[in-house]
């Protein structure tokens, strides 16, 4: 049998790559290390995140995506070209129809560049969809029906916010901020309030082992490594939950006052259903510890994170692959 669709969630921190009937078989991070001499790519994925913060002079350890948008073209379509062959493995008969998930925010110079990078990547026919919608038909919820339901997707760049009806978007919001701005919060604070510098692997690692959305009963508490910014000496501190809780309030806020502003531009039909149903959140950065409460108190609907949170895009591109027809409406461009 050869395999002729793939879905992938086009993530600023992570590519995940769906085949219908095998689920999710790639989930490396969207990382590509290539030679300063003669500008050939030397990792991608995996083996390119080990060697950022790492690389000698002649190594460039970069993200493509920024904000989850293609921010470096080329780069963009080798790494696609890497995960669709890596994906379909061995000699092709077929070109692939590929369907990519983008931003609801996303322009449409950003749609066309995402269309154009898939097609120079290998693909037949690339399609387009919008991040909350994949992201709620990954999470299972009925986008058919005549019935409201919010989704929001935290990713590593963007948190997308949107109310869905009879499979469409009526009111929506993409705000850059996700996984990626928490790490430079974190950074930034543990810098001022410590005097230490870290790089962005380790504040990833203090977010997911001890952050939180609000403040914990019981702190966590977790040994940080990094260079004193006055001795430039390696130093090693203890930080608290507490730490991470306040770096990153500002960004929350960020994340609580575009749910607030979808909330305000949902017809009140529709905010019924919303509060009958709650909010259901996706994505892998809402996996943060109570990050789920701290939407439920900012906005007094209930809120709560869908299982397989990391994967519901990824499912969802594959979900709809399956079932084109139907879902043409949400589809933005096709190529």
């Known amino acids: 049998m050869f395999l002729r669709r793939i879905g992938i969630d086009l993530g600023t921190t992570n590519i995940l790559v769906h085949v219908p009937k095998r689920g999710v078989v790639i989930n490396e991070p969207s990382v590509v290390a290539i030679s300063n001499i003669d500008k050939k790519?030397?990792?991608?994925?995996?083996?390119?995140?080990?060697?950022?913060?790492?690389?000698?002079?002649?190594?460039?350890?970069?993200?493509?995506?920024?904000?989850?948008?293609i921010a470096d073209y080329k780069t963009t379509e080798a790494m696609l070209r890497y995960f669709i062959n890596k994906a379909l493995g061995g000699v092709r008969i077929f070109r692939p129809e590929v369907m990519v998930a983008v931003p609801a925010g996303i322009t449409s110079t950003e749609r066309r560049a995402v269309i154009d990078a898939t097609i120079a990547a290998g693909a037949k026919a690339a399609y387009i969809i919008k991040e909350p919608i994949v992201a709620a038909i990954g999470a299972n919820i009925p986008i058919g029906s005549a019935s409201g339901h919010m989704i929001i997707d935290i990713g590593g760049g963007t948190s997308e916010i949107a109310v869905i009806s009879l499979g469409g978007i009526v009111s929506s919001t993409s705000v850059r901020i996700g996984g990626n701005k928490l790490d430079i919060a974190i950074t930034e604070h543990i810098r001022k309030k410590y005097g230490l510098?870290?790089?962005?692997?380790?504040?990833?690692?203090?977010?997911i082992s001890i952050g939180s959305a609000l403040y914990l009963d019981e702190k966590l508490y977790m040994d940080v490594r990094g260079r004193d910014m006055i001795t430039g000496l390696p130093k090693t501190i203890s930080v608290s939950s507490d730490d991470v809780t306040d770096a990153i309030q500002a960004e929350l806020e960020g994340i609580s006052s575009a749910v607030k502003n979808v909330l305000y531009k949902t017809p009140p039909e529709l905010s019924a259903d919303v509060i009958d149903k709650g909010i259901v959140m996706s994505g892998g950065t809402s996996l943060l510890r109570n990050i789920d409460k701290m939407v439920s108190l900012t906005t007094g609907v209930s809120a709560y994170v869908a299982d397989d949170a990391l994967y519901c895009v990824a499912k969802g591109t594959g979900i709809a692959l399956d079932n084109l027809e139907s879902y043409k409406r949400s589809i933005l461009a096709t190529k």
């Open 41 to 69: 790519i030397i990792a991608v994925g995996a083996e390119a995140k080990e060697m950022l913060g790492r690389t000698p002079d002649t190594i460039i350890a970069r993200r493509p995506l920024k904000d989850g948008v």
């Open 197 to 207: 510098a870290i790089g962005e692997m380790t504040a990833e690692r203090v977010k």
